[in-house]
């Protein structure tokens, strides 16, 4: 990451408060016991210990700010606070830079005594469970990867089914007949997004081609600003990105070009551009798991929810797409909400002709995490991952 190290050991204390004291009760037995010796004196009662809150930390690629990524997930924790009140003490550390800075900082929060931390870029993922070796006695949480530990497990969402619907509706907006994608980093997770758009764009319009720019960056606004620049000087009209700034969706706005917000509500940031919001909600899974902690029934495993769990979602759909597209999306999105709609399903055929899913077949989490391709539409080759 490009991020400069801008909070090296700023804790953002966040949701202080007191935890009410338990009163402590004393059973009494039936079993006769011999007559007690009569007091000496009389010991003064002891008031019961307070319990201490469960410290919980968050780490974020980028600042919170009002929009994107990380302004997700901190919304999510917010909902921890307000589920559970006093009972929890939570902490934020905003712009750490993936690779050994973020070790550095997980392995400060867990010797702070955070019995559970968020992890919230894919980058994160070996430091993390370097650290979690350390400190078996803390829940580690990491987002978007694919390695667990007995202490730590994964947990992400399928943001492709927000692009596929997306991708619906740039299809039918378009006069160009070509989507643009800021891409991030050319990992699965970012390659099933750009397939799943041009997928969807090409179910109500076959002549789709997708053209990709890649920033090596999930927060810069300067650069995806120029990727999205770039993409609609080469004729791109309706843009998606994998990035947490509003930079691309201002950039159409700009230009007179449509455009969609990412991981959070963006309609007040490009009001003409903004064709819908594809958003993550994170509040279910950080709620579920605080209580799996306290209740002492967390166990490692991996989770991916979507549109069915209300992890995903394509929100405030702009008034100027058409009544029958929109009407579309909605059956689509109820086939999702009901587990009966793949977004990969075959026959997939790549880019350069060759199938990669057969006919009727369904792309199960295996296939999706080893997703190295373009599909038939998209242009340009994947430069290698760093």
Not at 295 to 304: N, Q, S
Request: charge should be neutral; hydrophobic fraction near 40%; aromatic fraction near 10%.
């Amino acid at each position: 990451m490009n991020h400069p190290v801008s909070k090296r050991s700023l804790f953002k204390l966040a949701g202080w408060s007191s935890l009410a004291a338990a009163a402590a009760l004393v059973g009494c037995g039936k079993k006769e016991e011999p007559p007690a010796a009569a007091p000496t004196a009389a010991a003064p009662a002891s008031a019961p210990a307070a319990a201490e809150p469960l410290k919980a930390a968050w780490i974020y690629v980028g600042p919170v700010g009002d929009a994107g990524w990380s302004y997700a997930h901190d919304l999510g924790r917010k909902e921890v606070e307000a589920e559970f009140g006093d009972k929890v003490k939570t902490t934020i550390v905003e712009k750490v830079p993936e690779g050994a800075d973020a070790e550095r900082v997980i392995r400060d929060l867990a010797a702070q005594g955070n019995k559970v931390i968020f992890a919230t870029s894919f980058g994160y993922m070996e430091p993390m469970l370097k650290v979690a070796s350390e400190f078996p006695d803390v829940k580690f949480e990491h987002a978007t990867g694919y390695k667990t530990a007995p202490n730590m497990r994964i947990y992400d969402a399928k943001f492709f089914e927000d692009t596929y619907l997306a991708g619906m509706i740039a299809g039918s907006m378009t006069k160009t007949n070509t989507l643009g994608f800021v891409g991030s980093f050319p990992i699965p997770e970012v390659l099933r997004n750009i397939n799943a758009f041009t997928l969807g764009a090409q179910a109500v319009n076959p002549k789709i081609k997708t053209k990709v720019v890649w920033v090596s960056t999930w927060f810069d606004p300067p650069k995806e600003t120029e990727a999205a620049q770039s993409l609609i000087n080469g004729g791109a009209d309706v843009l998606l990105q994998n990035t947490d700034s509003t930079a691309v969706l201002q950039t159409a706005e700009k230009n007179g070009k449509y455009a969609f917000g990412w991981d959070s509500d963006m309609s007040a940031f490009a009001t003409k551009a903004h064709l819908g919001s594809a958003v993550a909600n994170w509040g279910g899974y950080y709620k579920k798991t605080i209580k799996e902690v306290m209740d002492g029934t967390w166990k490692t495993e991996r989770t991916v929810w979507g549109v069915k769990e209300g992890q995903n979602d394509l929100i405030k759909v702009s008034d100027a797409v058409p009544e029958d597209i929109r009407k579309k999306v909605d059956e689509i999105k109820a086939q999702m909400k009901a587990g009966t709609f793949e977004v990969f399903k075959g026959p997939v055929v790549d880019n350069t002709g060759k199938e990669r899913l057969a006919k009727d077949a369904t792309g199960d989490q295996d296939w999706r995490d080893k997703i190295d391709f373009y599909v038939k539409g998209v242009e340009g080759k994947i430069p290698a991952a760093k």
